[in-house]
């Protein structure tokens, strides 16, 4: 690999949380939410206002962050836990290894099998207790076993899928949220000074269990929380497509004190990873590093927090698909703005090209991200999730969403300039017809797969509609698993 010299090599942070809604941010008007942080690191760099993840859930969106290819390269629209990365697809640790970078995560990988570095020198894991994969301790379990409180990480009770609260039931050091940011000041400080670093920060939360540390969680029921905006579509059960019926049937519609304080324990979590993010930076700081190394801030996918009467990730409206992304780049380089906002659609496979393209590496040929520090602008991105009776897909144009759900043949159009919330579906609007047509050609254009069994003629009619009666859908019975609750270890 030939490597560009004019540059000094620099340092990288990437840093990463889960289920942050891209709008979750003081900086972008959020009246509600406290992120002085995220808001400084977007006034020293460029904050991108339409970055989405094109496939939101975790394991499908970490393939797209790591290997810079979209869901049809790497293999999963699906959140396929049992599959490996593609051995063929150079992943973004491994092309900075090659190019002389020691590489170091610390946190939540999603990989399969978990012990799987996927081209890092070393990973310090913590996998969410999930020990359905052949009983994997992760260092985070280690660090608690060692401390004298082993198998309790979970004995909040709070589940891992669910959105009910309570504060962290442990001293704050034994926290996910601390014991990464501290494992990560460490692998920083433990650095071979003789060689630039990539680093890669991945924080369990915002993601349920939400289980803030009280201090924060206070701050919220003192400060209060907006209320969620439930749009014209939403609000009766019947006309919704069939996926987004089985979607809500994975909860017991919360009362309106449950949503505030799911909203409220959200939004701590949230506060609480900005205010431990400034550890992060100082200890780069001490360490001389500050000025030398670009920090790059991003989600893997959103949450809906009840807005449009729907939770967790997998759907393409805006709090769910599309997420925050920060960058900040060393203190000499000019390639990239300072206070500024970029309104270019940009997407997690485009984090990988970046970052290499900001240290001067050739970008390997596998992938397909952009590199937003060139002048290159999309005209549209297609987003996909799921491959059965829940698939849902989406073109995100200049200024309209199109999205499509195959079970019903459902389409739904939204103008987010004008309706940046999706208040109001245009999907049968007359008035939008020739938008709805050319929004359309380009989703049949992307669609691959068994999807093209939903085209006939050029022209999109999925398959006939279902009905959630216990017989036309009988896999959504009553959750009794909690959407698998964690128990005592």
């Not at 496939?55 to 699906?78: E, F, N, V």
């Not at 670009?294 to 809906?304: E, K, L, N, R």
């Not at 590496?361 to 999309?378: A, F, M, N």
């Amino acid at each position: 690999m030939i490597i560009n010299n004019d540059m000094p090599q620099s340092n990288v942070l990437l840093i990463c949380v889960d289920h942050w809604p891209g709008q979750l941010l003081g900086i972008r008007g959020h009246e509600h939410i406290l992120t002085p942080t995220l808001n400084q690191l977007a006034a020293s760099g460029v904050l991108y206002t339409e970055a989405y993840t094109t496939t939101p859930t975790c394991i499908p969106a970490r393939r797209a962050l790591m290997t810079g290819t979209k869901a049809q390269t790497h293999g999963d629209r699906s959140f396929n836990e049992h599959l490996e990365m593609d051995p063929n697809l150079t992943t973004m640790p491994a092309a900075f290894r090659l190019a002389g970078y020691q590489a170091f995560a610390v946190g939540k990988l999603h990989v399969y099998p978990q012990r799987s570095r996927i081209g890092f020198d070393e990973v310090i894991l913590n996998e969410e207790g999930r020990h359905q994969f052949g009983g994997v301790v992760d260092d985070y379990e280690r660090f608690l076993r060692e401390e004298g409180y082993y198998g309790e990480e979970f004995s909040h009770a709070m589940g891992s899928n669910e959105y009910c609260v309570r504060p962290w039931h442990l001293p704050e050091r034994y926290h996910s949220t601390n014991w990464t940011t501290r494992e990560m000041c460490y692998t920083i400080q433990r650095r071979d000074p003789t060689r630039p670093a990539f680093w890669y920060c991945s924080y369990q939360a915002p993601h349920p269990p939400i289980v803030p540390p009280a201090e924060y969680l206070d701050m919220y029921r003192h400060l209060g929380v907006d209320e969620p905006f439930i749009g014209d579509w939403a609000k009766d059960y019947d006309d919704l497509p069939y996926a987004l019926k089985c979607h809500r049937s994975r909860w017991v519609s919360p009362t309106a004190a449950e949503i505030r304080e799911a909203r409220a324990g959200f939004y701590a979590q949230c506060t609480y990873i900005d205010h431990q993010i400034r550890l992060l930076i100082g200890t780069l700081r001490e360490e001389g590093l500050l000025d030398d190394t670009i920090i790059m801030f991003i989600s893997d996918h959103g949450d809906m927090l009840g807005n449009h009467n729907l939770w967790a990730k997998t759907q393409m409206y805006e709090n769910s698909a599309k997420i925050p992304m920060i960058l900040v780049p060393t203190f000499v380089d000019n390639r990239v703005a300072h206070q500024h906002q970029d309104g270019r659609l940009a997407a997690l496979r485009d984090v990988m090209p970046t970052l290499l393209d900001l240290c001067n590496i050739p970008i390997p040929e596998s992938v397909e991200g952009k590199s937003l520090i060139k002048d290159q602008k999309r005209d549209y991105l297609y987003c996909e999730h799921h491959e059965d009776e829940e698939a849902v897909r989406m073109i995100r144009g200049d200024e309209f969403k199109l999205i499509w759900f195959p079970v019903g043949n459902h389409i739904q159009l939204f103008d987010l300039k004008n309706d940046p919330q999706e208040m109001h579906d245009l999907g049968s609007d007359t008035s939008c017809t020739n938008i709805r047509e050319r929004l359309t050609s380009l989703l049949i254009e992307n669609l691959y797969g068994k999807d093209l069994d939903w085209v006939e003629g050029g022209k999109l009619v999925g398959e006939a509609d279902r009905n959630i009666d216990g017989s036309s859908a009988p896999e959504y019975k009553p959750r009794r698993d909690l959407n698998g609750q964690r128990g005592w270890r």
